[in-house]
């Protein structure tokens, strides 16, 4: 009985990596480079780990609000298929989502706002967004163990009106989770956490922050061989969220 259970429930990890092991080339297969056997043995065992997204997503904190920056390109490999997307959904009135990932399993935002809002209308109070982003991470942990994981990053930014300060939390396609002061998805990461990591600092203004993301948005126009639209910028107050304009037409010197 335990078998058939078992059985039913689909192979293990270990085994399905063990199958895609036994699908690799022999050895008398020739590849140029080491790396390139390695590539195949990634994209055998782990099919994600071959997937890089061009989206961005940028988040900072600062003494009393969160910023959220989000690309506005919607991209399938080299081709844009919107250039005014929208990837960002507000969860209620003080806890906000950016999402980049397949098209399909973004639908987890609209998956989490749901049960968030109706919380928000039968509570006393809304929930905190420590409590919103233990919801998302359990969800997203509840569907890497079936048959249908989301593969998206998530950015969730809020604000505590409880203790009065902003949070904004780093999760991830496995359902890691972490609370951080500023972070970043896609190729962002690549070029904005040294900027971050230098001129960060959890007590800066307003006007600080913005003028981080403006660093950070010049050095992946600078950097990055990819047209990401620009960037749709929201903040999370203590009076709410509102979108912030945001203007990145000017040209930028190269290095």
Not at 64 to 93: P, V
Not at 119 to 136: G, H, K, L, N
Request: proline residues 5%; aromatic residues 8%; glycine residues 6%.
């Amino acid at each position: 009985m335990i078998l058939k259970n078992f059985q039913a429930h689909g192979p293990s990890p270990a085994q399905a990596d063990r199958r895609a092991l036994r699908q690799l080339p022999s050895a008398s297969t020739s590849y140029q480079t080491t790396t390139q056997l390695h590539h195949r043995i990634y994209s055998l065992v782990h099919p994600i780990y071959t997937h890089q997204t061009a989206e961005v997503l940028l988040g900072i904190t600062g003494k009393d609000f969160t910023i959220i920056a989000a690309s506005k390109a919607a991209m399938r490999g080299a081709t844009i298929l919107k250039a005014t997307d929208d990837k960002t959904r507000e969860l209620n009135q003080h806890n906000l989502m950016a999402f980049s990932g397949e098209a399909g399993d973004t639908s987890i935002s609209q998956n989490t706002s749901k049960p968030t809002s109706a919380s928000t209308q039968c509570a006393t109070r809304p929930p905190s967004p420590a409590a919103v982003s233990s919801f998302v991470r359990s969800e997203l942990s509840r569907a890497l163990r079936s048959r249908r994981p989301y593969t998206v990053n998530l950015l969730l930014g809020g604000y505590d009106t409880i203790t009065d300060t902003p949070a904004l939390y780093w999760i991830d396609y496995l359902a890691a989770l972490a609370k951080v002061p500023y972070a970043a998805h896609g190729y962002a990461q690549y070029y904005c956490l040294s900027i971050l990591d230098k001129h960060h600092h959890p007590d800066i203004g307003f006007e600080r922050g913005m003028e981080l993301l403006r660093m950070c948005t010049d050095e992946l126009k600078r950097r990055l061989p990819v047209d990401f639209k620009g960037v749709t910028v929201k903040v999370v107050t203590k009076e709410g969220i509102r979108e912030v304009e945001y203007v990145d037409d000017k040209p930028v010197k190269s290095a």
